[in-house]
């Protein structure tokens, strides 16, 4: 197996094709789309892209990204199905740990789905961390959404809402790893993604006030996904939630044309998996981070 940096744009042709058979093979893209939009980018200073080659031909890729503050480094890994031997395993998450510790990295979390390779970073000293839990369920759902007296949904307004949006989008997830540093510049790529929809995103206002919003997409001909759901904190506790994921279900079904609802949801966060699985989502399956100090 030989290992190099990722050659744009000769690899990303080849790295297609590694991520479309891994995702077949195992019903599950390989690297979560922040990664793999960070590759299509090229951009040194949010990920380190590593190739692995086996007789001339691409059998894995690894993502090897820091936070915010540089001191924790994050890995994932896409392995070829025919290749998934644990020396090969282990070398790949050698080479992403020997390149996060180089650039003063102190600490690394990799997220995975496959058990082989679950049991490989387990053997390699790394401790359970988080599960992300990914929900399904069959539209359309069996209630419609009632939302508090004055409270209004419309879509998204491109142009207009992007900074309020950010605002409340980051109070409400303040400290989340993934959802709560967004900025102008991740919003605006996501917006020009092919996927993005403005309809779809649905924004709840009381008056002047955005207190919430659903954000979904279709991500399959039938299937589409609550993307981001969120409540501004002084607006909690008044059932906004509930409503939301209900319109954000509703508008998927009767405007996007899907019979399939999808989400992601940290398994610690108990209130949110109980309130899903009371409107009908039921557990799909679980990805789980590992980490080690280096």
């Known amino acids: 197996m030989h290992l190099r940096h990722v050659s744009r744009p000769d690899d990303l042709r080849r790295l297609e094709e590694l991520f479309a058979t891994v995702t077949e093979c195992d019903g599950h893209a390989p690297i979560g789309e922040h990664k793999y939009l960070d590759l299509l980018h090229a951009d040194p200073h949010r990920v380190t892209g590593i190739v692995a080659e086996d007789d001339g031909g691409v059998i894995a890729y690894v993502a090897v ?32 740990s020997g390149h996060a510790a180089d650039r003063g990295g102190r600490r690394l979390r990799v997220w995975t789905f496959q058990p ?11 401790q359970p961390e988080r599960e992300l839990r990914q929900l399904r369920m069959r539209l359309p759902a069996g209630e419609q959404p009632r939302f508090p007296a004055g409270v209004e ?37 996501r917006q020009h993604q092919d996927w993005f929809d403005p309809g779809g995103f649905r924004m709840a206002w009381d008056g002047d006030d955005l207190v919430g919003f659903c954000w979904t997409k279709v991500v399959e001909s039938s299937t ?37 609802a999808m989400l992601y949801v940290d398994a610690g966060n108990e209130k949110a998996v109980a309130a899903y699985e009371r409107i009908g989502f039921r557990l799909d399956h679980v990805d789980r981070s590992f980490v080690r100090d280096l």
């Not at 025919?82 to 992403?96: F, Q, S």
């Not at 409400?172 to 510049?185: I, L, R």
């Open 65 to 96: 990204s820091p936070t915010q503050d540089g001191s924790t480094w994050g890995l994932e890994i896409a392995v070829h199905p025919l290749h998934r031997g644990r020396d090969t395993i282990r070398g790949l998450v050698d080479a992403g």
């Open 116 to 126: 082989k390779l679950a049991a490989v970073l387990e053997d390699a000293g790394f």
């Open 224 to 260: 589409g996904e609550i993307y981001v759901i969120g409540v501004a904190p002084d607006h909690q506790g008044r059932g906004l939630g509930r409503a939301l994921i209900l319109e954000g279900l509703r508008h998927m079904h009767d405007e996007a044309g899907v019979d399939r």
């Open 153 to 189: 949904v419309r879509p998204f307004e491109v142009g207009s809402d992007e900074q309020l949006w950010l605002s409340v989008n980051n109070a409400a997830f303040a400290g989340h790893p993934e959802n709560g540093s967004w900025n102008q510049e991740i919003l605006s790529d």
